[in-house]
């Protein structure tokens, strides 16, 4: 059975970094591309950022470019994001979400339940 | 940016209904690389249909989708109590990949 589980969610002050965790089972983790995906409160799904199954090609939306990192250890089966400058609007549930391929742009077949990041003074 | 709208923004249905759900592209998506997924309240999003017509695995038979180019559609041809959620498209054909707003079917 696929599981994804997320960790690292916290409330930080703007201007702080953070790093989530997906920790990964129930499937070849290294043969999969891997994405975060937000959805702020009570509003819609946003992509974050994709990592290629074998961590060499990396993908992120504009609002998070130059601030956020998206890596994967394949020998630990953990996807990682490294969340630097947080801002107001980063505030959001985090999805971890396997791609069905080991090419990033996928679809999603598989979702973690989530992790929540609150930036606020 | 691939911008996706999708309309109507609520869809007010009852038990046994059809349901059509569109998803609007602002350009071409590449391959059809469409997805669509159906969120319920305070779960995680589910997929349905991905490449914009190949059913997700485990997905019920009365969910199907279509289309090309700018325009793709998810249909429900006879809605179970189960599905009243919100729904969401998805391209990945190219980057920076996104969402539509999303469309809430609900109960009338």
């Known amino acids: 059975e696929v599981q994804l589980l997320e960790s690292g969610g916290a409330l930080v002050q703007p201007g702080e970094s953070r790093r989530l965790s997906c920790s990964a089972s129930?499937?070849?983790?290294?043969?999969?591309?891997m994405s975060w995906v937000r959805q702020g409160p009570g509003k819609g799904l946003e992509w974050v950022a994709a990592?290629?199954?074998?961590?060499?090609?990396?993908y992120y939306a504009d609002s998070v470019k130059g601030r956020f990192l998206i890596s994967r250890d394949n020998s630990k089966n953990i996807l990682y994001l490294e969340m630097n400058g947080l801002r107001a609007e980063d505030t959001a549930l985090y999805y971890c979400?396997?791609?069905?391929?080991?090419?990033?742009?996928?679809?999603?077949?598989?979702w973690g339940h989530g992790t929540v990041v609150t930036v606020s003074s | 940016e691939i911008i996706l709208t999708q309309s109507p923004g609520t869809l007010s249905l009852s038990p046994g209904d059809g349901a059509t759900l569109f998803c609007r592209a602002s350009?071409?998506?590449?391959?059809?690389?469409v997805a669509w997924y159906q969120q319920r309240l305070g779960q995680a999003p589910r997929l349905l249909v991905y490449?914009?017509?190949s059913t997700a695995t485990g997905v019920p038979e009365r969910f199907s989708g279509r289309g090309s180019g700018t325009e793709f559609i998810l249909t429900i041809s006879r809605l179970e109590p189960e599905d009243f959620a919100m729904y969401y498209c998805?391209?990945?054909?190219?980057?920076?990949?996104?969402f539509g707003q999303g469309t809430k079917v609900e109960i009338k």
């Open positions: 998805h391209q990945y054909g190219s980057s920076p990949w996104t």
């Open positions: 129930g499937f070849s983790f290294s043969s999969h591309a």
């Open positions: 490449g914009g017509a």
């Open positions: 990592i290629g199954g074998s961590g060499d090609s990396t």
């Open positions: 350009q071409r998506v590449d391959n059809s690389y």
């Open positions: 979400a396997k791609a069905i391929g080991w090419y990033a742009p996928d679809a999603f077949d598989f």
